[in-house]
């Protein structure tokens, strides 16, 4: 699925890193949560995000926030919209770095997405 702004597709300038992947040098990369939590941040990389599930608990993410440019919330299926609510939550603590849908979504959505 490409990656889509309100102005159409844009090109993904982030790296989602596999599990044991190192980090690029200069790049921005994504990392899951869990290995947020349990690695130090990798050097050298120009910004820092992370991925979470539908399950996620935005305040769970509080402390992190200052560190992150982009939070992607993966949504198993276009019907589940706890991903919505957990974006919401990140922009009433504050986040105003990029907030990205990853999964299944349909253009009746595109909106709120927005």
């Known amino acids: 699925m490409p990656l889509r702004d309100a102005n159409g597709p844009i090109p ?28 130090a941040i990798p050097a050298g990389v120009s910004g820092l995000g992370i991925l979470v599930g539908p399950d996620a608990d935005a305040r769970s993410l509080e402390d992190l926030l200052p560190r992150l440019g982009l939070v992607a919330i993966r949504f198993p299926s276009f019907a589940d919209g ?10 009433g603590l504050g986040f105003r770095g990029e907030i990205r849908a990853v999964g299944p979504v349909i253009a009746d959505q595109y909106p709120m997405l927005l």
């Open 12 to 39: 993904d300038t982030w790296v989602k890193l596999a599990e044991g992947q190192a980090a690029p040098k200069g790049e921005k990369v994504i990392l899951d949560e869990a290995r947020m939590r349990s690695e």
């Open 82 to 91: 706890r991903g919505f609510s957990i974006a919401r939550r990140l922009r």
